[in-house]
């Protein structure tokens, strides 16, 4: 009994003075010498904080860049070739993929330089360096200012350290707030243009498991794909040209063999897009009571939809596969999110915070007149936010976003009819009907119509039941009063009047957009919904939510500086918000529930066992059930293994997807592509036993470039470690 108080107040003790090492937490690389480069250390890390990220030595971070608008991608070898995922190479793949060359079917593999794919409009970014320029952004500010004028003054000032800090030269440069605006960081990049498509494995292997495996563990994904940057004689960027030559960087990444096993270090180094770690119990409540339950329902209906057309049509799969993968995933994670803010019991977590906090405010009276009205504040924005950012959710849900299709379609008219009725322009009218021609025809391409008549009937009758009356567009009224909310049939009068499902008609009018047809389609009823929707979102919705929102930035500032007064001694990390940052944490398997106890890594006798040529996700390649069964691993498997994916517990989100996953050495051991079900909440509240970032084996990376797709080539000029 006594030695077991003994220990117990040993435990306390060894709790308090000791900080727990949480792998929460996104860096920023420039800060890691000061507050992290210790810890990791500490935890296995071989390197200095200078081999990471240094301004005047080449350093890791200038092997990492963000690739496209979204993702994160990095360099293996000294010719410039790229690493990321497949679902954000896919855009890409899928543009170059015909119905004779089918590349997101098939896979493809260039095998000279020659062969490589340039990629129009597809960019990656690198950040030269970035800076702390707080002093210099809040030039002039006082507390006597509005948020607004606030706003102006730190832009104006903004737009000064820029134009400096680029100084004619051909970087670009943007700043960024940090910790809720009491921070301003400045960030120097490098934009190169000429971006090539090397390879990448058929879907069945860079999608396998689609969206049912889809945010979970354990997972077979093969999500990879390859790139080449591209740069002038003096090896900088450049608009694609066929002189061009492959780019020299000054840093790539080696690749280990070695294999990661249990508690290795690692750490996942790229660009998580957002997170809300500080917000009050409130936002949390707002998100899981009010929003998330009503946005789930609503994209059951669509996911249900859609599946059951997909099913009965191989053509409407290939149409409707990208947009079910786009509604089916944040769906997904909204549910997950839920799932594990209950289970951490988050919104009681955060109100015994605020407690504790109100209490510590009230102790001091110069704190007291600061923060003392703080959470009651918040209190008040809080109880308008759900029910606008709900109504501005749920219009887009319907009419905007994979809803209501021909009503989405029929807005992007709206400018030109706007164009044509004020006689602007020729050369204005021509260019934005030429526009809308490859938009049209992109469009029909991917369009049911006996699909989008049923999404139309489910998705109105959603909102006539589900919002209220001050946040549904006016063309409601005529619903409830003239058709007795008879959906079916307000539907087949909308139908049998509309242009917009008429892709000859529509191609004719672009071709020869004269005002007496644009006034048609202006006419049209599909185009009048729109504009009661968009009358809606304009002149209700927006203005309100955008002051709620004004009010709202105004004290997570102040909120988030307040915290930072309470902890003293804890260090806090800033939300993400697209900058690069660096995780760190370690390789482990977790226990999802009750008497499961997840392994941290997969192999390929998961993917075989997986196999079932009847359901598109799991039809597993002939050529790699071969390779199964033969064997035939090469140098990447472990102890006869060849191991696919593995989780630990880097703290990413989205935008962190195709990062580079790093040893202690820092050499690449595995690509970022996900996260498991049961941490998603991660963006709101970090649970240190159940959040895990999923990765692929970059063993597997290389089998399949070698053994399956035969461009073994490729791995000449990478650095494999052994
Ligand atoms: N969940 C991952 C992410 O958020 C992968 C999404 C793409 N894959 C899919 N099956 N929808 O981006
Ligand atoms: N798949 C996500 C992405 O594309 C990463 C997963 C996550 O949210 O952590 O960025």
Redesign the pocket.
Known sequence: MIRRKLLFIWIIAFVSFFPVFGDEGMWIPMLIEKLNIQEMQEKGLKLSAEDIYSVNKASMKDAVMIFGGG?TAELISAEGLLLT?H??G?RSIQKHSTVEHDYLTNGFWAMSHKEELPNPGLKVTFLKWMEDVTGKSLEGINSGMSEKEREERISENNQKIITEAVNNSHFSAHIEPFFAGNQYFLFVEEVFRDVRFVGAPPSSIG?F???T???MWPRH?G?FSLFRIYANKNNEPAEFSPDNVPYEPVKFFPISLKGIHPDDFTMVFGYPGSTYEYVPSYHIKMLTKEVYPKLIDIRDKKLELMNADMSADPKVRIQYSSK???V???W??WIGEINGLDKLDAIAKKQAFENGFMAWVASDPASQKKYGTLLPDYRNVYNDLGRYRLARDYINEVFFRNGAELVSFSSKFANLIDLVENEDSPEKVSSAASQLISLTEGFFKDYNLSTDKKLFVALMKKCGENMPAEFQPSVFINIHSKFNDDYGKYMESVYKKTSFFNEDFLLEILNNPVKSKLKKLKNDPVFQIFESADDLMKGKIYPEYSRLSLELKSLNRKYMAAQMEYQKDKIFYSDANFTLRLSYGSVKGYIPKDAVNFKYYTTLKGIIEKDNPQIYDYDVPDKLKELYKSGDFGQYAENGEMHVCFIATNHTT?GN?GSPVVNAEGQLVGVN???AWEGVMSDLMFNPDQCRNISLDIRYVLFLIDKFAGAGYLLDEMDLVE
Do not use: E, I, L, P
Request: hydrophobic content about 10%.
């Open positions: 993702c995922n679902h954000c896919y999608k498991g689609g969206d495996d889809n945010w994904t999500d079910y993968a786009s089916s995933n944040s997904k994670r989205g997807s592509f996900d996260r």
